[in-house]
């Protein structure tokens, strides 16, 4: 029963790869290893999906340093900020839309650039330039782990290391290809305005609000019933996180062992809804505990908004994929 909920083998592989990044957390108490976990458990996704080869996961690592780094530049200008997330959410859902097999490769490189450069924005404000050369280069190692599995996989599988993927990058069948262009405008439309909001008022933790216009915008396919699972996901998430957080020690290991079972979520629990609900939980759990006001509503408004316009955006597209050619 338990084999049709949990992917015991991703688990397993995922609990193996970061285990030097929990050693180093409680080694060094040093809330760097926790995003450094973020980085190495998206890199562990897009490759496993994606079915990419170490090349490839070298550019995909490279891509996601290049990104955060360009975004927390970018903070201190909303105009260039709000360009740069737009763009990238387009290119990420027209490789999507056009090659379905990069589509969690792209998704997995747009979350680490809007989660860690949000979360580093402290440090460029307060002037820690040195040490965000220390968290830089922790970071852009984080996909070592991954890239030392993928060239054993390519080596035990006889297979070459020139490529960067090993799965067929065939277009995607009609309509999505005929309307590409269309799909990808409309559901920019919907990030656009997520990050307007994000921008223009005193969002916190904006990049809730953001990620999940870009998630449901990015897979037309798939975006109501993404919309639903995350309304309904991350609203009894939240509200069971935030009770449950009243009980847990208010203790720095708590709120790195809870973060570590929502990354782990990303790559153990195959239904959609139920892991991002228990991925909600685990979020608002570790942040009241770590001393955050109110995150249980923040989440669930952050959440429904984000999903909501995003969903919205793409409704415009499938008005246009149904109607008749004149």
């Not at 688990?11 to 995003?35: C, G, I």
């Not at 990069?102 to 460029?124: G, I, K, T, W």
């Not at 993928?150 to 799965?167: A, F, G, H, M, Y």
Request: aromatic share 8%; proline share 6%; charged share 10%.
């Amino acid at each position: 029963m338990l084999a049709h909920v949990i992917h015991w083998r991703a688990l397993w592989r995922a609990l193996v790869m970061l285990t030097p990044v929990v050693a180093a957390f409680a080694y060094t108490n040093d809330p760097v290893w926790l995003l450094c976990a973020l980085v190495a458990t998206c890199s562990l996704v897009a490759a496993d999906r994606s079915d990419l080869t170490p090349p490839g996961t070298i550019v995909h690592g490279a891509l996601v340093s290049a990104g955060w780094l360009s975004l927390l530049w970018a903070r201190s200008s909303p105009a260039i900020y709000l360009v740069l997330v737009v763009v990238y959410a387009a290119l990420g859902t027209q490789l999507g839309n056009r090659h379905p097999a990069l589509r969690p490769a792209a998704l997995f490189a747009l979350v680490p650039m809007l989660y860690v450069s949000s979360q580093l924005a402290d440090e460029v404000t307060s002037g820690h330039v040195l040490h965000m050369g220390y968290v830089f280069s922790i970071l852009t190692c984080a996909c070592v782990p991954v890239i030392a599995w993928r060239v054993w996989l390519q080596i035990r599988e006889k297979q070459p290391l020139s490529d960067c993927t090993t799965l067929p990058v065939a277009d995607a069948p009609e309509p999505t290809v005929a309307y590409a262009t269309w799909l990808v405008g409309t559901g920019v439309i919907g990030v656009l305005t997520a990050v307007l909001l994000a921008v223009s008022f005193p969002v916190t933790h904006s990049h809730w609000l953001i990620w999940s216009a870009i998630i449901v915008a990015a897979d037309p396919l798939l975006s109501r019933s993404k919309m639903r699972a995350r309304v309904v996901g991350g609203s009894l998430g939240a509200m069971s996180g935030a009770i449950i957080a009243g009980y847990l020690p208010h203790e720095l290991w708590t709120v790195a062992l809870l973060g570590l079972g929502a990354l782990l979520t990303l790559v153990a629990i195959k239904p959609y809804g139920p892991a991002f609900g228990i991925r909600s939980s685990l979020v608002v759990m570790g942040l009241s505990v770590a001393g955050g006001e109110h995150v249980a509503l923040v989440r669930m408004v952050d959440v429904i908004a984000g999903s909501g316009i995003g969903y919205l955006g793409l409704a415009l597209a499938t008005v246009k994929v149904r109607r008749p050619s004149p």
